[in-house]
């Protein structure tokens, strides 16, 4: 069997705000996909309250197989913004990975979290939500945390995976607000 004939899953990044719109148009033109959104109790008010919020905003993953599918239809779909790979190749991610999580996140939750900070449907149930700008097992390079920690965490996890090494004299900072500091 051919590589081209196995479909993966790949990654898409939706316009600022959009990734529900894109979900919805990718669904109508037929294609497979997959926007990962857990429940999350928060304080509101006041009051503790559960909200559903995805997993990885303005990210998605689209089921397709390269050299069968045209991706040309997703690129231009309503609410994509691109479909994130090395220059303008698109990079698959790990099958097993994505329908782990997929499998995880379906699982039937017993009601609400059970706790502030508690998250339905992880592995193992309920867990604990890292505080806002770290990635639980990783460390962002230069010390500097991520500005949204579970975009960096998956697409850590893109194949191929590839370091690079720069002396730090040759890498300037980030420009402009980083982290949402003001």
Do not use: K
Request: aromatic fraction near 6%; glycine fraction near 14%.
């Amino acid at each position: 069997m051919s590589e081209a004939s196995n479909p993966q899953w790949y990654l898409v990044q939706a316009r600022p705000r959009q990734a529900a719109l894109a979900v919805e148009h990718l669904e109508r033109q037929g294609y497979c996909v997959f926007h990962p959104r857990l429940h999350v109790e928060q304080l509101r008010r006041g009051r503790p309250v559960v909200v559903e919020q995805a997993l990885f905003p303005d990210y998605l993953f689209i089921r397709l197989q390269a050299g069968v599918d045209n991706f040309g239809p997703v690129r231009s779909t309503r609410g994509v913004a691109q479909l994130v790979g090395f220059g303008t190749v698109p990079v698959p991610f790990d099958a097993a990975l994505v329908e782990s999580l997929r499998r995880h996140l379906a699982a039937p939750a017993d009601g609400a979290p059970d706790g502030p900070g508690a998250v339905a449907g992880a592995p193992g149930g309920p867990g604990e939500v890292a505080p806002a700008g770290t990635v639980r097992g990783a460390a962002a390079a230069g010390g500097a945390p991520a500005p949204d920690p579970g975009v960096a965490a998956l697409l850590g996890l893109a194949e191929p995976r590839e370091r690079i090494r720069a002396q730090m004299g040759l890498v300037s900072p980030p420009r402009g607000r980083v982290g949402g500091a003001a």
